[in-house]
């Protein structure tokens, strides 16, 4: 009885022996096993002040001037774009690499198609990576310049996400999305006219330490406060890379324009038009006479304030 109870034990621990031997080389097979789980993030990433990120559609370049991020030295960053981007970069994991089947094509659509990630620390590059993914943006793939090239299926541990999405982000996502991108400390005046109204235009001004509304002899201060907070504050919702949908059929097309000036003489300026009937629920909007962009209803509604909104009765 003893001795075929010990047969037993035996073919059983050989058994299991070869299941953990397949488990292991299987695993090596598909990538699953002796990952290195750093290959796209071995750099010191703090170091990191230029990305690079090129694409048939055309070239964005991140770079950190000191003080803040600036997007193709023309325009300030969104700084949650710039958080994101740098998580991905931290927490971006290769989970395996792809079957050998697929792995030549797959990298060549990763050249032609994808997006070349270059990543620098005062000029020297750090590392240089290829992302993309499937047609469903579903999957993301991952494969290196130089040194290991074979495409990784790329992940963030814990999170179903499109890791790539964000190195595909065109130029005009990473804008700052505000407005009134500049010190408030330095404000001198903000005039605010209706084309169609000029009875409603006002103008702010700062003086004695307080703001007041030209030509009213008593202001609702509580009103003017949170009317020049939503318009410090106030952001686009996405920016067009043409021309908006505005109703040109008015006598004026512009609804309202905000003009901003601070003490240095400087002018930031705001049109808000009215959206053509098939144009969507967004505002549509010019900033500084070149960037179109549209906005959400609700933070026009709170912008969109007339002189007589200010007098306190």
């Keep these: 009885m003893q001795e075929t109870k010990n047969k037993r034990l035996a073919i059983l621990f050989g058994a299991l022996c070869c299941v953990t031997a397949l488990v292991y080389f299987l695993g090596k097979d598909n990538g699953t096993v002796d990952v290195d789980r750093d290959m796209f993030r071995n ?43 740098f ?11 792809l079957p050998s089947t697929i792995q030549d094509s797959v990298s060549r659509e990763l050249k032609q198609n994808g997006v070349k990630v270059s990543l620098f620390s005062s000029g020297s590059p750090e590392t240089t990576f290829y992302a993309g993914g499937n047609a469903q943006k579903t999957q993301a793939y991952f494969r290196l310049e130089n040194g290991e090239e074979k495409p990784y299926l790329v992940t963030i541990p814990g999170y179903r996400v499109y890791v790539a999405g964000i190195f595909e982000a065109e130029e005009k996502d990473w804008k700052d999305k505000l407005v009134f991108g500049f010190n408030w400390r330095n404000f001198e005046s903000l005039e605010a006219q209706f084309p169609n109204e000029p009875s409603d235009d006002f103008e702010v001004i700062f003086q004695d330490n307080y703001f007041a509304v030209q030509g009213l002899a008593t202001v609702d201060t509580s009103k003017l406060n949170d009317f020049l907070d939503d318009v410090s504050l106030l952001t686009v919702e996405e920016y067009s890379n043409g021309g908006v949908l505005v109703d040109t059929t008015s006598k004026s097309s512009s609804a309202m324009i905000i003009t901003v000036r601070d003490i240095g003489q400087r002018s930031y300026t705001l049109k808000l038009y009215k959206p053509r009937s098939d144009g969507g629920p967004l505002i549509p909007g010019l900033i500084n006479g070149t960037d179109w962009a549209y906005f959400s209803p609700a933070k026009v509604q709170n912008i969109f304030k007339r002189k007589g909104f200010f007098e306190k009765v």
């Design 43 to 85: 750099y010191d990433q703090k170091a990191v002040d230029q990305v690079v990120l090129e694409s048939r559609t055309g070239k964005v370049e991140l770079k950190f001037n000191g003080s803040k991020w600036k997007v193709n030295n023309q325009f300030d960053a969104d700084a949650s774009m710039i958080q994101v981007l």
């Design 87 to 97: 998580a991905t970069l931290q927490q971006a994991e290769p989970k395996r690499p």
